[in-house]
């Protein structure tokens, strides 16, 4: 039996407050402000001298939990055009190839995370460049000053969790990449980022109501599913894996991720299993949904318009085969209560201009696991991104499943901010 999730609770103003006790979602709104406050510090911490030497040999990664994201973005936009590997690295040990040659990035809000502190510290030991981001009363902060090395601080916006402080923390590593001719992320296109982030905090505010909002609706939708999370590129990849990240540690939901081509048998090969109507374990399927970022159109509701139009937001729809499957004659007292369906949330890059062979080939594939999932009962949802440079599009998705995570974990009766396990874990550990 699916978790029950309280609809009316998404649209109680003082509910939403008092079960988020730490503003998660007042936090996640101040993605646009972060970034923008990121420039600001990367530039007064002089982060333009890292031009003041030869482009380094190799750039490595650390950042863990919740920052670990900014690893897999630097990668991911790096890995096209950048004329040196770029590499991630959670812990210990450092690569022994790690020299003076190279330059390491470690990323902390705390400046503590053990990880990259100790990776900070064995590089700058080896004597290698030192690019840090966190709280700058820290002892990763420290670690940098000795090294000659640049740190930016983490100023006030958003400082609760690293979960809500993505763009705090990935703003300057950007700003960074960028001045060494890794990637492609001049001003103009963080202040395109910062714009995007803006619009979709408006779309996915706590007072605009359940059956409008975006977030909100897929929220309701995944709390029905036993959700497996899949991305059709590279770049839904990430977003897939901090959808993942994110129902796990705010709305405590276990979902698995995959990117396509290379998760497509195993995304697939879950078709079969008890939680669709293939499998032959439970009884009805569920209505395909639609998201997209920009309008929404129901086959029940009014439709409703919005002003963004680069970007598509949620349509929900029942289709013409919704009810295939479903046993309208089963007892949930003798047959027992139907487990919840497998859910297929597919996040989908827009789309390719022009459209090139590969792209048209991702499509199609990406169409035909939607298809196989239709076909077995599987509850699809879809969020595509708006089109702009690959880190606004990253942020279309970022944006959707934070705010989706947090309004789950609130919409059953969870903190999204507190996980009494988690405070347990640590003291145990300390």
């Not at 330059?103 to 990776?119: C, E, T, Y």
Request: some cysteine.
């Amino acid at each position: 039996m699916a978790p029950y999730i309280d609809e009316a609770l998404l649209d109680d103003p003082e509910e939403l407050t008092r079960k988020d006790s730490r503003g998660t979602l007042r936090a996640l709104a101040s993605a646009g402000a972060q970034v923008r406050e990121g420039l600001t510090l990367g530039y007064e911490a002089g982060i333009d001298r890292l031009t003041d030497q030869e482009r380094p040999r190799s750039v490595l990664v650390a950042a863990t939990g919740g920052s670990s994201i900014v690893a897999d973005v630097l990668e991911l936009l790096a890995e096209p055009g950048s004329p040196v590997p770029v590499q991630a690295r959670r812990n210990l040990p450092l690569p022994g190839w790690v020299g003076p040659l190279d330059l390491v990035v470690a990323v902390s809000l705390s400046g503590r995370a053990p990880g990259p502190l100790a990776v900070a510290a064995e590089a700058a030991r080896r004597g290698a460049r030192l690019l840090t981001v966190g709280a700058d009363d820290s002892p990763l902060a420290e670690v940098c000053r000795r090294a000659r090395g640049i740190h930016v601080g983490t100023g006030q916006t958003a400082r609760a969790s690293s979960r809500t402080a993505l763009w705090t923390l990935l703003t300057p590593v950007l700003v960074g990449a960028d001045r060494l001719g890794l990637l492609d992320a001049p001003q103009s296109v963080l202040e395109q980022v910062a714009d995007r982030l803006d619009e979709r905090a408006e779309d996915l505010r706590p007072s605009s109501e359940a059956f409008v909002n975006p977030a909100k609706i897929l929220a309701v939708q995944l709390a029905e599913t036993v959700p497996v999370v899949l991305g059709d590129g590279p770049l839904g990849g990430v977003a897939a894996a901090r959808a993942s990240a994110m129902l796990a540690r705010t709305a405590r939901i276990p979902a698995p991720f995959g990117e396509l081509p290379d998760a497509a048998s195993g995304i697939v090969a879950c078709f079969d299993g008890p939680y669709t109507t293939i499998g032959g374990r439970r009884h009805g399927t569920y209505d395909e949904s639609r998201i997209r970022l920009g309008d929404i159109d129901t086959s029940s509701w009014e439709p409703h318009h919005f002003d963004e139009p680069d970007g598509e937001l949620m349509e929900r729809a029942n289709g013409p085969e919704g009810g295939r499957g479903r046993d309208v004659f089963a007892d949930p007292y003798l047959d027992g209560p139907a487990p919840p369906a497998l859910g297929l949330l597919m996040l989908r890059d827009a789309p390719a201009a022009p459209a090139t062979p590969e792209s048209v080939q991702a499509e199609s594939l990406t169409e035909a696991v939607l298809t196989t999932a239709r076909e077995a009962g599987v509850r699809v949802m879809e969020v595509r991104a708006g089109e702009g440079d690959p880190v606004v599009r990253l942020a279309d998705h970022v944006a959707v499943v934070d705010f989706t995570a947090t309004y789950l974990a609130i919409g059953l009766g969870l903190d999204p901010s507190v996980s009494p396990h988690v405070a347990d874990l640590r003291d145990r550990t300390r």
